[in-house]
Nanobody, 116 residues
Framework: QVQLVESGGDLVQPGGSLRLSCAAS????????MGWFRQGPGKERELVAR???????SYANSVKGRFTISRDNAKKTVYLQMNSMKPEDTAVYYC??????????WGQGTQVTVSS
């Protein structure tokens, strides 16, 4: 019933930009903190960015100053704006939803490749 569907992944050149979207359905979106995770080839999965129900944000040091997470509760959608992209950003990006009651859900992932 609950679904998180990512979109926007693509092939981009170093220095380019992408915006990822995650559309949620089947849940009360406004009571979930939302996050973006990624896993690159040969790397551990890491939390990239998080946004609370009150729209407070936090970022991994590797993306701070380049990426921005935001949410639109009316559209039940969370976004990740990625600027000044680097080859190290190449990964599958996953959307996550987590409630205070410890319910958690994951999207299917979207591929982002940064290469010249």
């Amino acid at each position: 019933q609950v679904q998180l569907v990512e979109s926007g992944g693509d092939l981009v050149q170093p220095g380019g930009s992408l915006r990822l979207s995650c559309a949620a359905s089947g849940l009360s979106f406004n009571i979930y903190a939302m996050g973006w995770f990624r896993q690159g080839p040969g790397k551990e999965r890491e939390l990239v960015a998080r946004i609370t129900t009150g729209s407070s944000t936090s970022y991994a040091n590797s993306v701070k100053g380049r990426f921005t997470i935001s949410r639109d509760n009316a559209k039940k959608t969370v976004y990740l704006q990625m600027n000044s992209m680097k080859p190290e950003d190449t990964a599958v990006y996953y959307c996550n939803a987590a409630s205070a009651g410890r319910s958690t859900y994951w999207g299917q992932g979207t591929q982002v490749t940064v290469s010249s």
